[in-house]
């Protein structure tokens, strides 16, 4: 459904157990190609146990936000204009603001803002006034025999390893990031004594329990090493998952991870969703580097999903049927996932809450199944995103090409990506090919390799942007971890790799 300027819709807050409201104050096309309607949406400073009568929301005044580093500034910004099911809308008036903005948002998330003005406004008024000072203020400190920014609001271990004591850190009135390698409990009992640090980053936890309760943590990137249990706290909102230990992780989390957004980069062969056990009301799931996923197993854990994204590695489906069991699922999207047929697909006459399918590099013809299916709701106004369908001689040429990705990708040319590949296969096949490879054999097949991209480079074609840069490197050097492996499996050592190296380097122009 697309609203119109001045139109006012309610949606209920978990964060704030109450409905919260916004106003539509413009429309706008959408400037790429595909001319979709954004509205503005506006945040108001309201929230109720019940939808508002008239007389409420004519009352209404826009959200004027003061947290952390916002200053007296309004809350709106572009979304995609139709209004998600669950918005109630209650009425409409002239526009609160005329105020005009260039942000743009992923999705509608009305009320997020007030809880965090209502949160910030409990923290006591000295701290947050030592905050507001230390923010505005670009003068220098000393700390830990370096010079520090007085208003630096993230550190690491470049710093965080000269520190006698974690309260040091009380010098930085704003911090609200820290990322370290080195989590203890002194960190810990600092968290808990510090209601600004609301992202914390863990490169290589070992602790063997995780306590986050009574912090004000939002966002916690942890990477598991030697983990037992993980326990999180109520203001919780992101976790960035990792785990690289075989031993079960055990995940305590408030309502059962129901307000969690999950991102886990961790998904066994075998089709397990990540080694841990816990958060079984998870409604929003991102899962990376995908090999194996069952869909049968995945509702049986998190049966109240609302949002799934998947990445394969490449990976595969199994069960896709199963997906009529996420009854409130209404959002899925998967990149490079294989292995499944459009009659595997559900019909949307028995997923009633599907609203949003956006797939990406799939079977061909479950790609053509599931847009004929689907082509009635799409009518009706559901988005659905179904590009770059893989045809089997595709896959059997690129499935395990570490370029596959760039077929398709905005600013590179079919015939960028169909070289790079070539290339790929073509130093894969060499490598294969040699009995006992070494670094004087391999050094003629590193230089044809880095010629093949030093060529696709021109005016024409373009040129090879930091990302694909860093993935002709990556690619190689997987290339060289294969060589390796055959070494070792005759029991020789590692390769030397500084002249390979030199020549990749030496050769390129990219």
């Given amino acids: 459904m697309l609203p119109s300027i001045g139109d006012i819709y309610c949606v209920y807050s978990d964060k704030m157990q109450s409905y919260t409201a916004c106003q539509i104050i413009d429309l706008r096309i959408s400037e790429s190609s595909d001319e979709t309607i954004l509205a503005s949406v506006l945040e108001l400073d309201w929230c109720g146990k019940e939808i508002p009568h008239e007389h409420e929301w004519q009352q209404m005044k826009p959200l004027v936000c003061d947290f952390y580093f916002w200053n007296q500034k309004l809350d709106h910004s572009y979304v995609e204009a139709d209004v998600p099911s669950n918005y109630i809308y209650v009425g409409t ?9 260039n942000s743009y948002s992923g999705g509608w998330n009305v009320g997020d803002s ?23 203020d670009r003068g220098d400190i000393q700390l830990a025999g370096q010079t520090i920014r007085r208003n630096c609001s993230k550190v690491d271990d470049s710093l965080l390893q000269h520190l006698d004591h974690w309260s040091q850190l009380e010098q930085l009135p704003c911090l609200t990031e820290i990322q370290t390698s080195d989590c203890d409990e002194q960190l810990l009992d600092y968290l808990r004594n510090n209601p600004f640090i609301h992202r914390l980053i863990i490169e290589d936890c070992t602790m063997p329990v995780l306590d986050l309760t009574g912090t004000a943590v939002r966002n916690l990137s942890v990477t598991a090493v030697n983990m037992n249990a993980l326990r999180l706290n109520a203001p919780i909102e992101q976790l960035y998952l990792n785990i690289k230990q075989t031993a079960l992780l055990e995940i305590e989390a408030p309502a059962d991870g129901r307000d969690l957004i999950l991102y886990a980069s961790t998904v066994a062969d075998s089709g397990e969703v990540v080694p841990f056990s816990g958060l079984s009301r998870l409604r ?39 997906l009529v069991q996420l009854e409130q699922l209404h959002s899925l999207r998967m990149n490079d996932m294989f292995n499944f047929t459009g009659e595997q697909f559900p019909d949307p006459d028995e997923w009633s809450s599907i609203r949003v399918l956006d797939m990406v590099s799939l079977p061909a013809e479950a790609a053509k199944e599931i847009k004929k299916k689907y082509k009635k ?19 059997a040429e690129n499935l395990n090409n570490p370029f596959r990705d760039w077929d398709g990708r905005e600013g590179l040319t079919t015939t960028q990506a169909k070289k790079a590949a070539k290339a790929y296969n073509t130093l894969h096949a060499a490598i294969r090919k040699l009995d006992h490879a070494d670094e004087q054999s391999l050094l003629p097949l590193v230089e044809q390799y880095t010629e093949a991209f030093n060529a696709m480079q021109n005016s024409r074609s373009g040129y090879l942007e930091t990302v694909e840069r860093e993935e002709v490197y990556m690619a190689l050097v997987s290339l060289l971890d294969l060589v390796d492996e055959q070494r070792a499996a005759n029991e020789r050592e590692r390769l030397l790799r500084d002249s390979l190296y030199d020549v990749f380097d030496q050769v390129r122009d990219f």
Avoid: C
């Avoid at 008036?93 to 903005?101: N, V």
């Avoid at 007030?114 to 923010?135: G, V």
């Avoid at 069952?294 to 509702?299: F, V």
């Fill in 114 to 136: 007030l809880y965090r003005q209502r949160s910030w406004e409990q923290i006591d008024p000295a701290a947050r006034q030592r905050f507001k000072q230390a923010a505005a």
């Fill in 93 to 101: 008036m002239s526009p609160l603001t005329d105020e005009q903005t």
């Fill in 284 to 322: 929003s799931l991102s899962l990376y580097h995908v090999r194996t996923l069952h869909i049968a197993e995945l509702a049986k854990r998190f049966p109240d999903l609302h949002r799934l994204s998947v990445w394969g590695a490449p990976g595969n489906v199994q069960h896709m049927e199963h």
């Fill in 377 to 395: 709701r799409t009518a009706a106004g559901m988005h659905i995103h179904i590009k770059r369908p893989r045809k089997p001689e595709w896959l």
